[in-house]
């Protein structure tokens, strides 16, 4: 049993570490040059979301409170913020993201994955991002991967393939209803 919640105020170290455990756990590479290398990977695919888009990072917890995974969002368009100018391959996505603006990284630790919750997480952002009036949410992956499955039944449909520092990539989108915000304010409730 896992309930699904923004990471709110909960900046404690013992929440930011599990988060960190996980994202490193499923980030398929194990080896870092050194330090740097490992710090400046961790910033561009988690440390910017954590420090800058707090709002829209959302865990899966168990019943006992221990993060059993996080989704990390942002709603600014990525194409058109410096914040992502190192990730080159927006540069050919830019008309995509014009239509799917939002974007998400998400993982979970192994033992809770292929049990449903994933989706839960994706629900939770875009119901958000929804309300703030994004059109559209992307997702970025290899495109064999796994979880290209798993992002079409959230509703993602491919929208373009991309060669990305060796690797083919692609880029996903689901269009979000135009909802106007809750009166009680509660954009997290699960459908
Ligand atoms: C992808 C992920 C968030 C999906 O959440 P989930 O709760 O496990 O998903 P569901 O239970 O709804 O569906 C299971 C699907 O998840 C995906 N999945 C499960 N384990 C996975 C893994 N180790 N790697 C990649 N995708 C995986 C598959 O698409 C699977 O469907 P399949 O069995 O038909 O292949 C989660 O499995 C995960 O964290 N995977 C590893 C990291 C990852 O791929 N993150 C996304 C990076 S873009």
């Known amino acids: 049993m896992v309930a699904i919640a923004a990471l709110g105020d909960d900046t404690t170290d013992v929440t930011l570490i599990a988060i960190e455990r996980i994202f490193f756990a499923s980030a398929g590479r194990a080896t870092f040059a050194d330090a740097a290398e490992r710090s400046a990977f961790r910033e561009r695919w988690l440390g910017r979301y954590l420090d800058h888009d707090r709002a829209h990072v959302f865990l899966a917890r168990d019943l006992d409170g221990a993060v059993a995974g996080y989704l990390v969002g942002c709603l600014d368009h990525p194409a058109r913020s410096a914040r992502f100018g190192d990730i080159s391959y927006y540069s050919g996505f830019s008309d995509l993201t014009e239509r799917y603006p939002a974007h998400l990284h ?3 630790d192994p033992a809770w994955r292929s049990q449903g919750i994933g989706g839960r997480l994706i629900d939770a952002f875009s119901q958000q991002a929804a309300e703030a009036g994004a059109p559209g949410v992307h997702v970025v992956t290899g495109a064999a991967a796994r979880n290209v499955g798993f992002y079409r039944r959230c ?19 689901r269009q979000l209803p135009v909802r106007p ?7 997290l409730s699960q459908p």
């Open 155 to 173: 509703g993602f449909a491919p929208l373009r393939e991309a060669q990305w520092n060796g690797n083919a990539i692609l880029m996903m989108g």
């Open 181 to 187: 915000a809750t009166t009680s304010g509660d954009a």
């Open 106 to 108: 998400i993982n979970l």
